[in-house]
């Protein structure tokens, strides 16, 4: 008689997270993990991506906030499929609310998926969620000097998006000092200039996603 | 014969927080608490309210960051006396953290005590540091539904400085929506609208902490 083992509530969030990328990777969708402070601009990039995107993948959002569903709101405004984490009051996301929230959407066809984090520069950046990479983002008005203050999302990072860089005329923020503080963390960043409200800089940004789809798909193939 | 009794280092934030403000009560030193998300402006406003207020007052500051030591300097060049806590990756201040830096500090006739917290809008708003009252950074670039989204903030702080006015042309913010959301938490708040880099509303900031210092100044007498 074979005795059915509950798998303990208590797990640990990195072996959480190892066990959904193991599941992932038969898929070939690449799960990006995005993590800036609140107010940076993750959900207007994310606007962006899905709207200029939209003919080429096939996307699906995460959002993750402690209270509201106004971010999802603004995704589902373009057609993509979204769900909303709220956590009340919690100041990062974990994988048991990933695999979670993945229950509420249809994974079949999708190339790309985005989990939001919270706004918060400290606490995501220690939970893995399974995700292929973690995506930094940075607006210019937040000052040049946070990746030296917060280093570890910057040395996690795959990508940093530098953002609202049409702000830059009226702010004290030098983007040669931001981009040598999150190097001298992590030579291999990427590092993209952008402003998502008006446009600029994207088209490289949408570049790397190709890239990283494309060699997540390679991967299984 | 006594036995020594060494306190449990263990012992709750709650506890260590109610002691302190009950030994700062008979000094009539005024303590603020100061939460934001990084990059909101706390250590220029600090900047300004030093040099403003430095013939009226005696002030010091306890500066709270997961790294570097940039914040204490600038504040050090104001001529104020200041002490750095590094968290070394903690998201927010604790009790323990401030007991052990006032020791730095000579607080015989300090006037105001400021503490700046880690730049993070979840996790500080949690811990009581012993303080007299909690003062919330809003910078206007951060979007008008963060009061919204991130409530306890709202509803615990006393003051609401709603800062970089200046940027008001240039972004997306409606600061009514944003003073009405934190209003709707609480409605004793105070708001106040300043530019920290230009110098607007810094008045009515500067008449508060007249206000708080004297009453208690009062409470003491």
Same mark, same amino acid.
């Given at each position: *008689? ?9 797990? #640990? =969030? ?6 959904? +990328? ?14 800036? #402070? ?11 991506? &899905? ?18 569903? =106004?971010?999802? +709101?603004?995704? /589902? ?24 929230? *993945?229950? #509420? ?11 939001? =984090? ?19 983002? &940075? ?16 040395? &996690? /990072?795959?990508? *940093?998006?530098? =953002? ?45 996603? +190709? ?11």
């Amino acid at each position: *008689m074979e005795i059915p083992v509950v798998r303990s509530v208590f797990e #640990s =969030n990195e072996k959480q997270a190892a066990r959904l +990328r193991e599941q992932m990777k038969s898929r070939g969708m690449l799960i990006l993990n995005l993590i800036s #402070s609140p107010g940076a601009g993750k959900t207007t990039l994310l606007e962006r991506t &899905l709207k200029d995107l939209s003919e080429e993948f096939t996307m699906a959002v995460i959002e993750g906030d402690l209270q509201t569903d =106004n971010d999802a +709101r603004r995704i /589902a405004a373009s057609g993509a499929q979204v769900v909303q984490i709220n956590t009340e009051g919690g100041c990062h996301l974990e994988t048991s609310m990933i695999t979670d929230a *993945m229950k #509420s959407l249809d994974l079949g066809g999708v190339d790309i998926l985005f989990i939001e =984090n919270v706004g918060n520069l400290v606490c995501p950046v220690e939970f893995d969620l399974g995700e292929d990479a973690k995506v930094a983002v &940075l607006s210019v008005t937040e000052g040049d000097d946070k990746p030296e203050k917060y280093p570890l999302l910057f040395k &996690l /990072a795959s990508a *940093m998006v530098l =953002n609202k860089i049409d702000l830059l005329p009226y702010v004290n923020f030098d983007a040669e000092t931001a981009r040598a503080h999150a190097r001298r963390h992590n030579e291999e960043l990427k590092i993209f200039d952008v402003s998502c409200t008006k446009g600029d800089g994207l088209e490289a940004w949408y570049g790397w996603l +190709r890239d990283m789809r494309a060699a997540r798909k390679k991967a299984v193939a």
